[in-house]
């Protein structure tokens, strides 16, 4: 699916939309109106970082931070599955062998996959549960495959900080 630009829609086009309905009274001005916007998303997440589930209005789903227990396996081929590649681990390894083989890094790489090993994130710091914010519809809206959400990488960040530093959210379990 091909996603146009004019189909994504921030907190500026909410601006527009404010002037439109509020074109006859004195509207703000935009820096104050942005202002206002993301101190209420700072708000928005401090709840969410505290553990709340933000319920959004008019039945458009809810914001949560969950935990699941990663359960990484290894398949018929040998690879291991279910569990993420930790880069930055991976990365000082390979240049570790380069240097062991004596080859340049960007050499290395260009060797075949089954020679360069990866490094995964076991989460050790939080007893093997991975968490993360998400946003769900529950079945409420209408044509809600129009509908998403993309957290930002510094609400990704701090989320992770207060992981590394002990807090703890639900964890989501499985159903047999």
Known sequence: MII???????????????????WEEKPIPIATYLDIVNNFMIFIFKQLFSGLDIELPCSMGSMLVRGRPIDPYIDYKGDVKGIAPNWAQTKIYWLKLAEEKGET????????????????????????????????????????????????????????????????FLIKQKHN
């Not at 146009?4 to 500026?12: L, V």
């Not at 909410?14 to 309905?21: G, I, L």
């Not at 050499?107 to 939080?126: G, T, V």
Request: hydrophobic share 30%; proline share 2%; aromatic share 16%.
């Open 105 to 168: 890094f960007e050499e290395f790489i260009k060797r075949p996959r089954s020679e360069r090993p990866l490094m995964y994130c076991f989460n050790e710091h939080s007893n093997g549960i991975m968490y993360k914010i998400a946003y769900t519809n529950d079945n409420k809206i209408i044509n809600k495959t129009f509908y998403s959400v993309t957290f930002s990488r510094n609400n990704k960040r701090t989320l992770s900080k207060m992981i590394k530093d002990g807090a703890e």
């Open 4 to 22: 146009n630009k004019k189909d994504i829609y921030n907190m500026s086009d909410s601006y527009r939309y404010y002037m439109r309905v509020n």
